[in-house]
């Protein structure tokens, strides 16, 4: 069983947002939705899994407006359903919810320095910890696994929750996610063993 795949999933970030383009945080479910370009992205998402004839077993995805619009274009080329995991939502990010990337490194540098030196503790902002949030994901896709074996799964999710799928899977300590570089419309791979796990490709984005 130790060179016996259990599992291959092909996660899916979604497409670009209004927030994503602007570099804001965002923790909330309704919105923003997929902006021009995040249709645009997915679209070549779509047919970039066409050109390559990938194979699919199910399709689940994240509780969000951006990302159940991501996986509704992704199951309709696959002429599937999907599943949405309400478990599989994004970071929590407290009082940083609709700050950009650069009014808090102005304005609280201090907190993205806590997140590298102690990722056990919760952000200044009062968001999830890297080693909580990593433990939520890893729960989640633990069971995604335990449920398919043998099968070939998409999930559509978040950029930091493939970060934490990652660093779960590789077993990569907790204040090296936020140097995992994933970006929207991209597509990440993870084949699932018994006692371990093989990142095939991350954040690929097709042209």
Not at 11 to 36: K, Q, V
Not at 38 to 55: D, F, I, P
Not at 168 to 187: C, E, M, N, Q, V
Request: aromatic letters at 10%; glycine letters at 6%.
């Amino acid at each position: 069983m130790y060179f016996t795949r259990l599992c291959k999933i092909t996660f899916i970030c979604h497409g670009a947002t209004i927030y994503s383009e602007e570099g804001r945080f965002s923790d909330a479910e309704n919105y923003p939705p997929l902006s021009e370009l995040g249709v645009e992205e997915m679209n070549t998402m779509t047919n970039y899994l066409k050109a390559r004839g990938v194979k699919n077993d199910v399709i689940y995805c994240s509780p969000s407006v951006r990302t159940v619009q991501s996986a509704m274009m992704v199951a309709k080329l696959f002429k599937q359903d999907y599943v949405v995991i309400d478990e599989l939502k994004t970071r929590e990010c407290g009082s940083w919810n609709g700050k950009t990337f650069s009014q808090l490194l102005e304005k609280s540098p201090e907190g993205f320095t806590q997140i590298i030196e102690h990722p056990a503790q919760k952000t200044v902002a009062g968001g999830e910890s890297s080693v909580e949030f990593i433990a939520r994901v890893k729960k989640v896709i633990d069971d995604i696994v335990a449920k398919n074996t043998g099968n070939r799964v998409i999930v559509v999710t978040y950029p930091d929750v493939i970060q934490a799928a990652i660093c779960a899977s590789l077993d990569i300590p907790a204040d090296k996610l936020p140097k995992i570089f994933i970006r929207t419309g991209s597509a990440t791979q993870i084949s699932y063993y018994e006692h371990w796990a093989s990142l095939v490709y991350s954040d690929h984005v097709p042209l």
